[in-house]
């Protein structure tokens, strides 16, 4: 019943039981703005949740070609743009805001800056997609914050940027790849220093 | 093959092909700039205050960076904005004190509710289809004001009705203030269970007109006559910490708890002693025990004072209420009575507490001002372990306006206007609507829904389409609690004066209007302007605290509030409602009268008792589907309507465990599941309140059934509030179990074992 619900474009109701009184009809046509969906599941496809499962990341694919290599060698520093990097867990992705503190004036006649000065105008922002990160089934949490601290180089975990246009996932992030730098650097390899 | 490659083809296989072409759906929705910056990862926590119930408790909320889906100038799409994610009590608030309940747990899916109207709705279809269509704040402004403008010039400003749930707060100053100005009659108010018989008692008694806040933690024994207050009475939160700290905060001292009702709430389960009486006598056993103490001289009759000499005898000891004539009266033995009386008088301190069904019968004032009585006899009025009123600011006079007469009761709910200034609905030629849902509440023989079908315009400010909003002809949805500034004066849970305030804790989803600020922008854009001195909800809140001396050496009343998320302290002078209401004129004393019950006991042998469920309250809280999927605490019952009935009748009757039966009155009927337990008397079935509505989203619609729409129109006669359990019914089996009782993990341990 599922998969058919699924096939059908709809969304599928797991949990409740169906409406149990049969005088009373609920009241049916859809009311105009609602954006509809049920309450946010952890996977946004039954597809996504099964790729999941099977540890098949999808390949990012970003709204626009951000040229890393660009603003790495104008000596853009990482944390400009992934501004929660040394605040807090997640580095964070820049909205269309931070992007036009710089290209209010830069480079405004070159195609990809005029598109997204054009979204900005319109109230729109960049889809962007991640590219590195932990679902929660992983069990795993990451903050960035602490690693900042300890001077740990971004390219450590993120590869070399600078000669990257879009990012790319070139570093795996496994277990083993975690607690072999800990070690070195005799960081904590307690289990709930990550798993908690 | 392992078994792991196992699971995963076994989960792959079949689904895969269905899902393929899901595709990833980030790449179609529009994602807008955030509005705000946030630090990813990183949680604040912001005050706010709970809206499900009076009790108004302080909230903590968890604010972090999400996804959210969004309106932003007509469009929808997906921006990553600081949302609220988590609700617990707040730790520093004089009410709930870090406590919070499972319904307030649950009100975070108020604002993410997937149902929740998110603009402006003008009813495109016949009254109560629910269709409807959509319409510019401008244009619907547009229309409110000229519909007013419409009645002040034909000079017919009483035409204005205003429904609203009862309470105090600033929310309900400013809608007297604009019905006030505008020359309408005040509110009409109605809350199923509102608690009226009590209040009017405790001002007959007391001379305070509001609902007692127990010192539970401080007693040695604890009397209820049926108050759920660990449930869903008055402050539950506060009222449970409290229960704790009496049960087993004291080293080496046990309060001791007794309950007497016919039908075992949520509370009494928690009780030494469970004391059925016939339902609408717990007046008398109250007087039964005063007769004991009085005549034991344990304590003389003039302790009581006012409270006592209200009550018919009283001076002479009670006579006519000795414990045989109790016991014949109430059906609990004489013997116990005694007993209770002593231990009632002699651990001291000792409170007796009334709310709930005993209220709700045609003699309920005769059954409040009687344990009032005996709570006066033994000394327990604004007394470390008994019952207290907490101070309450006069919200109009710190705004320097002209309110209602302080502490003068509210009127009663009317459909159709007797005094010309009497709050209505039926007669109204505009009715505003805000909170309360009588279309649901009320009983059908008041015939509310015909009522309503006569009002030619209807405005709802509702953010769900309920069988009330979806009679609206326009819906000007409010903010959900989070997006506004919200505010509640608790009635009781504290023994200090307490305001709660909160600042919006997250930008609006949708595009909504908080309701305050719709009310004083329809009040400045009429042809004749109302002239409230606010241009917004929080500037009168500003002005309201303001007037508070300030908690803290370091801000002003009104910042800190903010900061803390409530105000607490000594009510300044001449900001007090008034602390002792005169004594009534002196009318006859109160004397017990037989409740009166619609329906013969011959055709009708079973007395009904709705009750106010765990889940729902009087229903308002059934799209919540956290509540939906909380199993009841007695009958682990969810996503169902139930039917409780004494194990001897239904073996009477040949009615087993989840049997379908029609439970009848003389104005309607209603089927519902079985439940059979012992906590019941054999006379009495009772159901939970809030199932069975015809319209209230997804979760709720088309679910279980209304025990409401069964009750007879019996009224308490003093106050005019509805006698909920002096309805009679009759009770047939209509079919074996049909999988509409969903019980968690199957059923009843207990009961399957015990039936083996």
Known sequence: ?196 | MDRRSFIKLTAVTGTSAALASCGVPENQLIRFVPDEDIVPGVAVWKPGVCPLCAAGCGLTVRVMDADADVARNGQLGVVRIAAAKKLEGAPNHPVNRGGLCARGQAAIQVTYHPDRITQPLKRAGERGDGRYEAISWDDALADVVSRLDGLEEAGNQRALAFLSRGGASHRAVLIEQFLARFGAPPPAVYELFGDEVLRRANATSFGREQLPTIDLANAMFVLSFGADFLGTWNSPVAQAAAYGVMRQGRPGIRGGFVQVESRMSQTGASADEWVPARPGTEGVLALGLAHVIMAAALRPASAAGRAGALVDGWSDGLRSYTPEQVEKITGVAAARVVRLARQFAEMRPSVAVVAGPPLAHTNGLFTAVAVNALNALVGSIEQPGGVFFTPQVDLAAALKMSGRAAGAPAPPFRLQREGADDPHIGDAQVLLVDGANPVFTAPRVWGVDQALAKVPYIVSFGSFLDEMAVLADLILPDHSFLEAWREAVPESGATVAVASVAPPVMRPLYQTRSTPDVLLEVGRRLRRPLNLPWQTFDQMLAAAFAALPSASPDADAWTDAQAKGAWSGPVPPGLGRAASLPAPPAARPIAFEEPRFDGDAGQFPFHFLPYPSSAFLDGSLAHLPWLQEMPDPLTSAMWSSWVEINPAAAERLGIGQGDVLEIASAHGSIRAAAVLTPGIAPDMVAMPVGQGHRTFTRYASGRGANPVEALAPMTEPATGALAWAATRVRVSRVGPPDGRLVLFAGGMREHVEEHR
């Not at chain 1, 496994?174 to 307690?190: I, L, S």
């Open chain 1, 1 to 196: 019943m599922c998969a058919a619900a699924v096939a059908a474009g709809a969304a599928c109701s797991w949990y409740e039981p169906a409406a149990s009184s049969t005088s009373i009809a609920p009241v049916g046509p859809a009311l105009p703005g609602q954006p509809g969906g049920v309450f946010t599941t952890a996977r946004p496809t039954v597809g996504a949740a099964v790729d999941d499962f099977l540890n098949r990341p999808s390949e990012p694919r970003q709204p626009i070609e951000f040229p890393h290599d660009v603003h790495v060698g104008k000596n853009v520093a990482c944390e400009f743009c992934h501004e929660g990097v040394d605040k807090g867990p997640a580095a964070g992705l820049p909205s269309v805001r931070t992007c036009m503190i710089c290209h209010e004036a830069i480079a405004t006649d070159r195609p990809r800056i005029q598109q997204i000065t054009a979204l900005r105008d319109k109230g729109l922002d960049l889809a962007w997609q991640r590219v590195y990160g932990f679902d929660n089934e992983d069990s795993v949490r990451f903050n960035h914050a602490p690693h900042i601290r300890a001077k740990v180089e971004c390219a450590t975990c993120h590869g070399n940027v600078a000669e990257q246009t879009v990012a790319q996932r070139s570093v795996e992030h496994t277990m083993g790849f975690c607690v072999n730098c800990h070690n070195e650097r005799q960081a904590p390899v307690e289990c709930v220093i990550c798993h908690y």
